[in-house]
């Protein structure tokens, strides 16, 4: 737990704030968004992600390691056979922030339009006779 002041009365312990920046490395290139997308279905094989990228086998290794990395997926190893699951929950801080966001700027682009309607109108009623 981080330690915060509020006052120089009162300590309050903010609880660790997730690490979203890893969850959007990893989902950030188009190729690793699919496989994403892929695996919302249910767990797949590397062989079968490679095949729905058309990219080679280590290339989709690669990608694999950044979904790793990012804590968004998991492999787990069958004999030769390499399945890849979504970690459930990795991408939910993403999610979170993204609708905060939205809303601050939806907010904020609102009272821009209304402010830009008022302009106008009062432009339009300088120019009637």
């Not at 981080?2 to 969850?23: E, G, M, R």
């Not at 994403?36 to 062989?47: C, F, H, K």
């Not at 700027?105 to 106008?120: C, F, I, M, Q, T």
Request: net charge neutral.
């Amino acid at each position: 737990m981080k330690k915060q002041l509020t006052d120089k009365f009162s300590v309050c312990y903010a609880a660790p704030v997730p690490d979203i920046d890893a969850a959007a490395t990893a989902i950030a290139h188009v190729s690793r968004r699919t496989m994403v997308e892929r695996l919302v279905t249910g767990p797949a094989t590397v062989s079968e992600l490679a095949t729905l990228l058309e990219v080679s086998l280590p290339a989709t290794l690669k990608h694999l390691d950044r979904l790793e990395e990012g804590g968004v997926v998991q492999r787990s190893k069958h004999g030769r056979v390499v399945t890849v699951t979504l970690v459930p929950g990795a991408l939910e801080p993403l999610g979170e922030w993204a609708a905060r966001t939205r809303l601050f700027w939806s907010h904020h682009l609102d009272r821009y339009a209304a402010h830009l309607g008022a302009e106008s109108s009062h432009r339009d009623e300088g120019n009637t006779p």
